[in-house]
Structures are given as C-alpha cells and as structure tokens.
C-alpha cells in the first residue's frame, strides 16, 4: 500500500518497525552527510521507487531524546576528538512516540565499523540487574563514575532499501541541552543524512543522488559536535572546528 505524506516524504511506500526490524545492521559501516535542510526535497526526490520509509501509526517522522555519559573529565568525548581506535559511547535513548527505552553502547572498531548494542530499560531489566551485568559484558569494567554529559534530540525519518542491505536516517531539528538543562543551542537549519550499511553496497541511489548535489561526506558525532556547541570553552575542539564552521555556514 502506498502511504503519502506531505512534503520531502510524500509518495515513499511504508514499511513497519517489523520490516525493519529484520535488517537491523547492528554491525554496519556509516557514512555521513550534511545537508541544508531546505535542500531536502532535491535529495528525495524522484527515489520514491528505490526505498521505503519507516511508518508507526500513520507517523512517519519520530522524536528521539538521547542522553549521553561520560566520564567527569569528558574521557569518552576526547577519544573521538583525538582520533583513539576502539573508541564507545554510552547512552540511554528514548523513543518519545512508542516510549520505549534502551541503554545502548555504540563501539567503532580500528576497521571504522560501528557495533551497537541496546538492552531495554524497563522495570524488570532494571530491578533484576542486568543493566550492570550488560555494561561490564559490553565494556569489559563497571562505569559508575559515569555521569549525565549532554541531552540531544531530534526527529528521524528512516528509508530501507527493498532487500534490507541499506537504511538511511534523516536527522533535523537537531538541538542540544547541557545535563543539568542550564545551557542549549539548536541547529535547524540543518539535516544529518546517515547510509548505513553491512558492506559495501554495489549501487545507492541515494548516494548517487548526494554525489550529483556536490554533497560530500563528514565525520559528524552528535555527541561531539553538541559537546564542542556548549563546552568548547573547557574542552579540546581543534579537529572539529572545520565542521563547525561548515555548520555555521548552513545556519547563516
């Protein structure tokens, strides 16, 4: 069935969270786009027939609420910065329309592969221990010296390729809060573009359609970017400053 919305989503053909579900690339390679968010109906358009879009009770654009740790001396965020192999991230996401919640560890491997896991946070997973037992299964050590560094959220539209070898988010309205709420920013005029796929992919019409739009391919961390936003006054930044200038250039 044929499920249209208005604007860059209208005439892409639905599919479930069980259809996705089913090619979940929790081993994949990333590749990352940044896009103004006006140009967004340009890299849609004319793809309708080569993917389909994520669709839960008639939504087709989902809110997604992030809070990251790290460690009190931003230990995490200065691995990514200085470029450490084997890096992770710790996070706990929540899935504001369906309400769902997941504590979920992100690796990047020496070989730029990213490795997620998740285990859902609910009463009983909680009460009965496993979110410890599932951090030193995953991380190798405890990590109760982590703490609240940064909230992020934004809404996501996610497309799927017919056979499930490739997914793409669409990330905008991205924004950013301090832990304890006191200081944000927002960047809506922005629009992350994120393939993700389990090898390399002989054809992406997608990616075609970025490369014929001059689009190019960005390292982009949420969490590093929010964290150089609204801690660069305490923190190293020198290898993201390209990218934050790129970004000041979309938003002006």
Do not use: W
Not at 16 to 33: E, G, P
Not at 208 to 217: A, Y
Request: charged letters at 25%; hydrophobic letters at 35%.
């Amino acid at each position: 069935m044929n499920m249209a919305v208005t604007g860059p989503r209208e005439g892409f053909r639905g599919h479930s969270l069980a259809d996705q579900m089913q090619a979940r690339l929790m081993n994949r390679v990333d590749t990352k786009f940044l896009v103004p968010a006006h140009r967004l109906d340009a890299c849609l358009r004319g793809l309708e027939h080569h993917y389909s879009m994520l669709e839960i009770d008639g939504n087709r654009r989902f809110t997604y609420d992030t809070l990251y740790f790290d460690t009190p001396g931003r230990q995490l965020y200065l691995d990514h910065h200085n470029g450490k192999l084997n890096r992770f991230k710790l996070r706990v996401r929540h899935y504001r329309e369906t309400g769902d919640s997941f504590l979920e560890v992100k690796k990047k491997s020496n070989r730029e592969r990213t490795i997620k896991n998740r285990l859902p946070l609910t009463s009983q997973t909680v009460a009965s221990g496993e979110v410890s037992h599932f951090l030193e299964e995953q991380l190798g050590l405890p990590v109760a010296g982590m703490l609240p560094a940064l909230f992020v959220s934004y809404r996501r539209m996610t497309l799927m390729s017919p056979r499930g070898t490739e997914r793409i988010t669409l990330d905008t309205g991205l924004a950013f809060h301090s832990a304890d709420r006191q200081s944000g920013i927002r960047l809506p005029d922005v629009a992350v573009f994120e393939v993700k796929y389990d090898r390399k992919i002989p054809c992406s019409p997608l990616l075609d359609r970025l490369g014929q739009l001059g689009c190019r391919p960005v390292q982009f961390s949420k969490y590093c970017v929010g964290t150089s936003l609204l801690f660069g006054h305490e923190c190293k930044t020198n290898r993201f400053k390209p990218l934050l200038r790129r970004l000041h250039g979309i938003g002006s």
